[in-house]
Each structure stands twice: as structure tokens, then as C-alpha cells.
């Protein structure tokens, strides 16, 4: 046979190149949802890190039921990154929320809780943190005293991601008995408790007094995003004289958004702050000097 007459129609090929075009024009893929939703799912075997990851997005926005399970199947998948594995265990916390019946996934992801693999635990203990899957709370409580720390970390994210204010009180618990990583951890999910706003902005308030730096500073992140910084003026104004550079930093940052008003009566504690031993610090005192 004439190789010249074959013609090779890389298949492969065309069905990725399908694929993006339903990636560029959600239009396009909304007017084609039938043919789309399966051609995509065919995709994603052969698609690349970064197509695959918008692939998923895409489905996950509007095609959850379908694609439920190809999330978990990508999600246990040993060959796939880590990275990959992870952003399907996102998608599946997501989505699990309006599935039609999600039990028989739930079932499946509270048995890989229990397996000797952490990263396996870690992304079936995310994909478990939806609004309202309370059959999760006790098995995901218990990872809170794993013996792997991501996995502790891991948990906490995925109780908070429960909505469930029952759950503050174990929380701060943990937050006072846990290993250091794990408070670290509970500090930065906290916020998630919003009908329990006011107690929560107060333990970020007392743990800006707390002995570890690292949880003082970012008691501090986490508290500059729940309030206003004119609520606590005299707060920042403390931690100007915090030990640690990045505090004393941050309170600046935060004071600089402050009207000028507010903080004429500080500018002699801000000029004291230019003969500070760190170069950030002393950045960012002469932005709020110049701005007064």
C-alpha cells in the first residue's frame, strides 16, 4: 500500500483539541452538554497537567453528577501528580454537597480515612468536608490525633469546611492541648465559625499575647482579615513593640490603612520605628510617616 494514501487521523489529537475548545467557550460547551460532557471525560486520560486541571474545574461547575466519581477515581489514582490528586479531593468537597445521592461516595471516602497510605487519608479527609456531612464528624474528629501532622491538618480544614459550631469547642481544645502545627492550623480555620464571630475574634486577641511567635503572628494575619483595624487600634498599636519583626511589620501594614486622623497621635512611636533593627519594619513606618 501507498503510505502516501493513509491518513492518520491522531485521534488523541483531535479529541484534546475538542476539549480546549470546550474549555474557551463555556457557551460552546453548555450549547454541546451531551457530546461534551463524555468527550471531556475521555479527555482528562489523556490531557495534560494544566488541561486536566481546567477539565476538572469545568465539570466540576457544571456537571457534578458525572463527574463524581471520575474526581475520586483521578483522587486514588496513584499515577496522577500530587498535585492533581489533591485539586480532585478540592473538587470533590465541592461538589459532594449537590449530589443527587451521595452516600455511596461518602461510604467510600470514610474507608480510605482508614488507610496506612497519608496522602490517601489526606485527600479522602478534604473531599469529606462539605456543609451538612455530619456523618463525617466523628471519623474526620479522630484524624485530629493522627500520627501523620498533615493529616491533623488536613482534618481541622475539613471540619471547619462542615459548618457545624458544635465543632468550635473541640477546636479550641485542640488549640490549647495539640501539637504546635495543629494550632497553627486551627488558627487559620477558626473564621470559618461565623455565627460564633465574636468569641472567635477573641481568642485571636489572646493569642497575640501568646509566648510562640508564630502563633501570635498569625493570630494577627487572621485578625486583620475578620475586623476593621480602627476597632482595634490599640492593638496594633501593642504590637509594635512585639519581638518579632514580622509582627511589628504587620501591625504597621494594617495601620496604614487607617485614616490619617486616627493616627496622628502614634507618629512619635512611628519615628521611633525608623531606627528599627529590621528593613521591612522601618519600610514600613516611613510609608505611614509620608502619608501623614
Known amino acids: 500500500m501507498n503510505k502516501g494514501n493513509v491518513i492518520d487521523f491522531k485521534p488523541t489529537e483531535r479529541l484534546l483539541e475538542k476539549a480546549g475548545s470546550y474549555i474557551k467557550s463555556t457557551e460552546l460547551f453548555l450549547e454541546e452538554r451531551d457530546e461534551a460532557v463524555p468527550l471531556l471525560l475521555k479527555a482528562l486520560k489523556h490531557a495534560d497537567h494544566k488541561l486536566k486541571h481546567k477539565i476538572m474545574f469545568l465539570l466540576g461547575s457544571f456537571a457534578k453528577q458525572e463527574m463524581a466519581w471520575p474526581l475520586y477515581r483521578i483522587m486514588t489514582d496513584p499515577d496522577e501528580s500530587e498535585e492533581i490528586r489533591h485539586f ?7 461538589i459532594s454537597t449537590f449530589l443527587k445521592e451521595p452516600q455511596p461516595l461518602t461510604d467510600q471516602l470514610l474507608e480510605d480515612i482508614k488507610s496506612p497510605d497519608p496522602e490517601l487519608r489526606i485527600n479522602a479527609a478534604f473531599a469529606l468536608g462539605w456543609e451538612g456531612n455530619a456523618e463525617a ?3 474526620l474528629i479522630e484524624l485530629l490525633y493522627d500520627s501523620d501532622i498533615d493529616v491533623q491538618a488536613t482534618a481541622v480544614n475539613a471540619l471547619s469546611n462542615l459548618r457545624d459550631d458544635r465543632i468550635l469547642s473541640l477546636m479550641l481544645e485542640r488549640l490549647e492541648h495539640g501539637p504546635l502545627e495543629q494550632k497553627r492550623s486551627i488558627l487559620f480555620n477558626l473564621w470559618r465559625f461565623y455565627s460564633r ?3 472567635v475574634v477573641s ?3 489572646r493569642y497575640l499575647d501568646h509566648e510562640n511567635a508564630d502563633l501570635r503572628f498569625d493570630a494577627l494575619i487572621v485578625l486583620a482579615t475578620m475586623t476593621e483595624t480602627i476597632e482595634h487600634i490599640a492593638t496594633y498599636r501593642k504590637c509594635l513593640k512585639d519581638k518579632d519583626a514580622r509582627i511589628r511589620a504587620l501591625a504597621l501594614k494594617e495601620l496604614n490603612e487607617v485614616n490619617t486622623k486616627d493616627l496622628l497621635e502614634l507618629r512619635d512611636e512611628f519615628r521611633d520605628m525608623l531606627s528599627d533593627p529590621d528593613m521591612e519594619v522601618k519600610k514600613a513606618a516611613m510609608k505611614i510617616l509620608k502619608k501623614l
Open 88 to 94: 480532585a479531593s478540592i473538587q470533590l468537597s465541592v
Open 137 to 139: 464528624a466523628i471519623p
Open 197 to 199: 464571630r465574636e468569641e
Open 203 to 205: 481568642v485571636y486577641l
